[in-house]
């Protein structure tokens, strides 16, 4: 990773990240040379999700992550992806009873 300083800041390194359709994050990774990236950017669009790259600086501010959406289409990856992590767990109290769960 570089740290030179700049007219931003010092510089951080490159930042590899997976984005939703609508942009927000759910995946990142710093650049850690070649056969890294090419696995992350492998791992991230078999997940479905695009490649962005972005340099970073410290002072930087910090980049929006799905978790902390404000997208309004719901039929977005990054509301799946909330749905996903916020549901009940199988056999919580939370989780819905009957068989309205269990897949034929």
């Not at 990142?28 to 669009?45: H, M, N, S, T, V």
């Not at 078999?46 to 978790?67: C, F, I, N, S, T």
Request: a negative charge.
């Amino acid at each position: 990773m570089s740290t030179e300083k700049t007219e931003r800041g010092k510089h951080m390194g490159r930042m590899d990240m997976g984005v939703t359709d609508c942009g927000l994050i759910v995946m990142a990774a710093w650049d850690d040379g070649p056969a890294d990236r090419e696995a992350f950017i492998r791992k991230l669009r078999k997940a479905g999700y695009v490649h962005r790259k972005q340099e970073r600086y410290e002072g930087d501010p910090m980049p929006e992550w799905a978790g902390n959406s404000h997208c309004d289409n719901e039929d977005c990856q990054c509301h799946a992806l909330y749905r996903r992590f916020t549901a009940p767990a199988i056999g919580s109290p939370d989780e819905p009873q009957g068989d309205s769960h269990v897949l034929d």
